[in-house]
């Protein structure tokens, strides 16, 4: 029998701007202490930072231009 597990739920995203063109590791992250919030699963980044209160209604205007910058974000 396949056993499966779900990611759904409440994770913990941390993110800030690349600096070495390469993904940090976590312990890293950690040691950065990198900006974080908290994420659903399933989602969308743009989503979570909109209710964490750090941008605007992504689907308003031109908000979603002011997300441009998390492209060059990397986030753990």
Same mark, same amino acid.
């Given at each position: 029998?396949?056993?499966?597990?779900? &990611?759904?739920?409440?994770?913990? &995203? @941390? @993110? !800030?701007?690349?600096?070495?063109?390469?993904?940090?590791? =976590?312990?890293? %992250?950690?040691?950065?202490?990198?900006?974080?919030?908290?994420? *659903? %699963?399933?989602?969308? %980044?743009? &989503?979570? &930072?909109?209710?964490?209160?750090?941008?605007?209604?992504?689907?308003? !205007?031109?908000?979603?231009?002011? =997300? !441009?910058? =998390? *492209? @060059?974000?990397?986030?753990?």
């Amino acid at each position: 029998m396949k056993k499966t597990q779900s &990611l759904n739920g409440n994770w913990t &995203l @941390y @993110y !800030a701007p690349e600096t070495s063109g390469r993904q940090d590791s =976590y312990d890293a %992250v950690m040691e950065k202490e990198f900006s974080h919030i908290t994420a *659903e %699963v399933p989602g969308c %980044v743009q &989503l979570d &930072l909109h209710r964490a209160g750090i941008e605007p209604e992504p689907f308003y !205007a031109d908000n979603i231009h002011l =997300y !441009a910058k =998390y *492209e @060059y974000y990397q986030c753990r």
